[in-house]
């Protein structure tokens, strides 16, 4: 029993740590989004409303930023905070964020047109499908 709840502190301790460490990465980053594009698209047989930015994402800091799958997503909302979430990513926009900044594609959909009033683009920990670091 004793084992147990060490094993589950233990993972509550990493997981706040974890959240908290990507959360804090909004006051770390300039995301700067230009809308490319609207559009639609049909997702596995569903049809859905989406817009492309074109994002530069740039560092506030000197230490080396995490911008992956596992960390959080971009996610775009609109000036009454209504979120969209990625659908598409260009790679260039992911892995580590050193000096300089990191350019590419991203665009984001919805059931409905409200993807249209998408202004502004962030970088959040609140995703879906948050991928699982592999084992060693």
């Given at each position: 029993m004793k084992k147990l709840?060490?094993?589950?502190?233990?993972?509550?301790?990493?997981?706040s740590f974890s959240s908290v460490a990507a959360e804090d990465l909004h006051?770390?980053?300039?995301?700067?989004?230009?809308?490319s594009s609207e559009g639609t698209v049909v997702v596995e047989g569903q049809p859905k409303y989406e817009k492309t930015f074109k994002v530069t994402v740039y560092s506030n800091i000197k230490k080396p930023i995490e911008l992956t799958?596992?960390?959080g997503c971009y996610k775009a909302f609109d000036d009454k905070g209504k979120e969209?979430?990625?659908?598409?990513?260009?790679l260039d926009l992911l892995g580590t964020l050193k000096e300089g900044a990191k350019?590419?594609?991203v665009s984001?959909?919805?059931?409905?047109?409200?993807?249209y009033n998408a202004k502004f683009v962030k970088w959040s920990s609140q995703c879906p499908g948050?991928?699982?670091?592999?084992?060693k």
């Open positions: 709840s060490t094993v589950l502190l233990s993972s509550l301790v990493l997981f006051s770390k980053l300039i995301i700067q989004a230009i809308p799958g596992f960390v969209f979430d990625e659908r598409t990513v260009q350019e590419g594609k984001f959909v919805s059931d409905d047109e409200s993807v948050l991928a699982k670091r592999p084992n």
